[in-house]
């Protein structure tokens, strides 16, 4: 496998467990990569166990080794479903309009019909995010690279990354997600088998609710305006303040 040059990125020793890392958390390209080389590895993965993802070209954590990866079994733990529930409860007056759903969280929506094969589509979706360096991650799924890469852009929302590692893994089961894109605190996948229904894609909405508020509370306010957004679209944009 050949790659352009780059280094390794280190965790921060003292942080979270004040114990020396005993390996990188993953590598980054020194240059913007071009989309078909993220394309390449990612059908090289099965090979590899390593994870492509194109990473903002910013100032970003990573640049001064302040990351804190937790360990990746700490996914298995959590329960996609359980989650939601657990953030619906807290929210004693949401912010937002989530109509049609009240006090109750109304769990998973059903699974997508999947138009394409998500690896495919992953490989077109890229596309959006060229410029960009690629990031390779060792992880067994595209889900877990958020957890291994000690990535935190969704530290005030939720203070540890393995619980959304677990929705993420819950996304590319029954929507064909795949992680093409991870900034300072934004999150871009490309969904196979996204809702087609304006019902499902709001079920649906009630998830990205849960998983990241600021998209509905700085986009449209509603469930309902984020459902129509959302509808049909083969990539899901996150971000967080």
């Known amino acids: 496998m050949t790659v352009p040059s780059g280094y390794v990125v280190w965790p921060d020793p003292g942080y979270p467990q004040h114990q020396p890392p005993k390996r990188p958390a993953f590598w980054i390209s020194d240059d ?35 990351i804190a990866p937790e360990p990746v079994d700490e996914i298995d ?69 958020l957890t291994a890469m000690g990535w935190q852009g969704a530290r005030h929302h939720n203070p540890w990354t393995a619980p959304l590692s677990a929705v993420v893994r819950s996304w590319e089961d029954r929507f064909g997600a795949r992680v093409i894109g991870i900034g300072f605190n934004t999150l871009e996948l490309s969904v196979a088998a996204p809702p087609t229904t304006f019902r499902h894609a709001l079920h649906v909405a009630a998830e990205h609710w849960t998983f990241c508020p600021e998209i509905i509370l700085q986009g449209p306010g509603t469930l309902e305006g984020h459902a129509e957004q959302i509808c049909g679209s083969t990539i899901w944009s996150f971000w967080w303040e």
């Open 32 to 66: 913007p990569a071009p989309c078909a080389l993220w394309s390449r590895l990612r059908a090289e993965h099965h090979a590899s166990g390593l994870w492509p993802v194109m990473l903002e070209d910013t100032t970003q954590p990573w640049s001064t080794g302040q």
């Open 77 to 145: 733990n959590y329960d996609a479903a359980a989650f939601m529930a657990e953030v619906w409860a807290e929210w004693e007056e949401p912010a937002a309009d989530i109509a049609p759903f009240g006090r109750y969280s109304p769990g998973l929506a059903p699974p997508g019909e999947r138009r394409e094969d998500p690896d495919a589509l992953a490989g077109r979706c890229v596309e959006v995010l060229s410029g960009r360096p690629l990031g390779l991650v060792p992880v067994a799924r595209g889900a877990d690279a």
